[in-house]
Structure formats: C-alpha cells, structure tokens
C-alpha cells in the first residue's frame, strides 16, 4: 500500500523560507513523476513543479519560478520542496503526489498522479 506523508509546513514571514518533506512508503520516487500541488482556501489546486528522477527532469509553474526547488532522495524515499523568497500568495496546503505513468507534458494534470498525501499548511503573512 502506498502512502505519501508530507511535513514541514508552518507559519512563516513573507521573505522566508520553508523546506517541505514528502516520505513515501510502498512506492519507488524514481518511478514516473513526484509532483508537489498546492490549494488556496477558495481556490482549486494547482500544479507547483514535479520532478523526474529517471529522467533527471524537474518543472516549477511560473509563478515559483527561481524560489522554489524540488529535490529527491530514491534512498530515503523523500521528495523535497525547498521554498526561498516566501510570499502571502504562497500560503496555502501543499500536497505530495506520485504519478507512476505521468507524461511530461501532463505534469500539471491532478489526473494524472494516483497517490496523494494528507498535506500540509503553509502560511505566509507580510
């Protein structure tokens, strides 16, 4: 059984950072694409970038662009979210995601990812 568990949120002033863990059990990260998507209260969820370990490939939306990075560790089955330069329009819940048969150019589509964490908050105030 695959589960995804995501860590690290938390409140944060606007120009700070914040590092998010994604522990995956039951799944290899280097299989298809881990992705990390946020929701904003009142908002859908978007795509924030996803990463390809086989393909060594990773994709950030433009908006994070420059602050955000996605890393992964296959030994420690984590993907990792480190976020530079915070702003308020950040703060939202962040989930992991794994897509085993994600498409590169389909890394943005919810659909396309079949396991999800729980979340976790990020809030960023000014």
């Known amino acids: 059984q695959v589960q995804l568990v995501e860590s690290g949120g938390g409140s944060v002033q606007a120009g700070g950072s914040l590092r998010l863990s994604c522990v995956a059990s039951?799944?290899?990260?280097?299989?298809?694409?881990m992705g990390w998507f946020r929701q904003a209260p009142g908002k859908e969820r978007e795509a924030v970038t996803a990463?390809?370990?086989?393909?060594?490939?990773?994709y950030r939306t433009d908006s994070v662009r420059g602050r955000f990075d996605i890393s992964a560790d296959n030994a420690k089955s984590t993907v990792s979210l480190q976020m530079n330069r915070l702003k308020p329009e950040d703060t939202a819940m962040y989930y992991c995601?794994?897509?085993?048969?994600?498409?590169?150019?389909?890394?943005?589509?919810?659909?396309?990812?079949?396991?999800w964490g729980q979340g976790t908050q990020v809030t960023v105030s000014s």
């Open positions: 995601a794994a897509g085993p048969s994600v498409r590169n150019y389909k890394w943005r589509d919810e659909t396309a990812y079949d396991f």
């Open positions: 039951g799944y290899t990260v280097s299989s298809g694409y």
């Open positions: 990463i390809s370990v086989i393909h060594g490939s990773t």
